[in-house]
């Protein structure tokens, strides 16, 4: 994740899910967790995504994004 303030490595992990409100993903930053992932589909195409939320105490407040699949890789749309 790079912004002009940010400039970090995360990983998103699969885990396994204890119910299904449990996330599907676990973001990390080396041992550091700074977020999850929700599995969702788009109800317009119905295209496989995730529904991200990344934290840390150091941001002014959560980010919410979506985690999408593009060309073999993936990429993380946000807005404000």
Known sequence: MKTLTL????RFVPVEKD???SPDLRALCGPI???AGWRKA?????RLYH??????????GPI???LVEID???ALIWSR
């Open 7 to 10: 400039n970090i490595k995360a």
């Open 19 to 21: 119910n299904e409100k």
């Open 33 to 35: 967790e700074i977020g």
């Open 42 to 46: 788009a109800k317009d195409t119905g």
């Open 51 to 60: 529904s991200v939320k990344l934290d840390d105490p150091s941001f002014p």
């Open 64 to 66: 919410y994004a979506s």
């Open 72 to 74: 073999g890789g993936y």
